[in-house]
């Protein structure tokens, strides 16, 4: 999933500084023309949690930081219910450039982008994946089922990590029922839930098994999931 297309330079084996000069030269589709910033992620680089969205709108383009509009707003305080800070997470997406308009991603511009997000995946290597909204969640499950069905669910993943999908909290802002809000807050508690969870698991095997088995014990732990 993370090898690089053939047509676009390969990032695959970048560490996280080449990888953000890469993708702030990045010319691989047409949002490179109308971009004011390259949105690359932002958070800690080794979260436990790693949080994707769908792409960068006015006030992300124009900072150059991703959710720092009214959806990020809303993103902040959904974590800070759950007591997940904001700056204790690792926060990126799916497109690293604004679509005009703040239109759908295109599907080329998913295929030119994709690289970058599923390195910065391998790099944080994160605990739990919390997918905000279609985009995201269907490109990283590889899944075209809605969000509304995958919601509030753990997904293995690859390696160590698993995927909680969830609304995208511009979603939550478009009038949407008061009922929605609250199954985000309930997939919030699911994410820090799933967390300590697996922060159990990974002490538990390390104190067992040293070092490799901090690993070898969360990637069996998250394997174990397919058998719900
Ligand atoms: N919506 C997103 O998907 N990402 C952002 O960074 C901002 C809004």
Known sequence: MSASSPAFPDVSSA????????AMAC??????????????????????????????????????????????????TLLEEVGLSRSAVYIANVLKCRPPGNRDPLDDEVEACKDY????IELV?????????????????????????LRGQVFPYKGRAVVIPTYHPAAL????????????RADMRLIAETLAERRLAVAAAGSSSGADGDRAGAEESASQLELF
């Open 117 to 120: 997000l599923f390195r910065q």
């Open 173 to 184: 802002l478009r009038g949407t029922s008061p009922a929605k809000l609250e199954e985000a």
């Open 125 to 149: 290597d994160p605990l739990v994946i919390g997918t905000l909204g279609n985009f995201a969640t269907r490109l990283i499950l590889a899944r075209s089922v809605g969000i509304s069905r």
């Open 15 to 22: 560490d996280f500084d080449t990888l953000e000069r890469m």
């Open 27 to 76: 010319t691989r589709c047409r949002l490179s023309d109308s971009r004011t910033h390259v949105v690359f992620g932002v958070g800690d680089r080794s979260a436990d949690v790693m949080l994707v969205g769908e792409a960068p709108g006015f006030h992300e383009d124009r900072e150059g930081i991703p959710f720092v509009g009214a959806a990020g707003k809303l993103l902040t």
